[in-house]
């Protein structure tokens, strides 16, 4: 009987793809992880004050939300900045296919969000334009978040060993 014959992932099996560690990270911390953060939390208080405008039509929210906007969209830069610099520096980040599709997410996220800042900024009303585009950045920002924490706890992208608890199923060594 000819012995098994073994498959092997070749891009799994590539020295870079297990090059991973995060090179834009306060002892081991990446910075990325830290400030994401700002931008999921400013973006959804953005759409919660529109909805109290809405429901109460108290201008407090309108300056409420044209605050909430601004820090989300200068918050989402930086973040954004950093995550470019994981992208682009960590080999193991960058082959994969996965990293792109949530940096592609990650950009057409923050023109919305300053979209939406620019669009306060210039005095136009909050109903029904403001509050529609701070529902869609709402939605866009779960969307980016659960992509960026699939990177994280899927892949482990951005720790030291990415893939040490996930050999390939037809890779039986
Ligand atoms: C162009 C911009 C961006 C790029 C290239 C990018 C890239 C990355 C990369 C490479 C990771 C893996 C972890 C690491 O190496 O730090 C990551 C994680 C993550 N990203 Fe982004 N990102 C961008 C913008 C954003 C934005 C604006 C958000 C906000 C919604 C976001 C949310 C996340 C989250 C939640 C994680 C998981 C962090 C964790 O749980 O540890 N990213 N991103």
Redesign the pocket.
Known sequence: MPPRRRFRDPIQHHRVFHLTE?R?AIAGH?I??MM?GF??ALGFSTLGSDVLYWWSGDSFWVRVSLWASGASFLM?IL??L???A??LL?PG?RIRAA?WT??IL??M??ALLGTNWGSRLSGQDVLPWGLLMSALAAGL?AM??WH??K???DYG??SHDAHRAAPSRTDSS
């Open positions: 995060s834009i990446p990325h992880a994401v931008p999921i989402g973040a954004g950093t995550g470019v994981e992208l960590v980040i990293s949530h940096a990650a950009v996220l923050l920002v980016t978040g960026g924490g990177l994280v706890f992208l951005g």
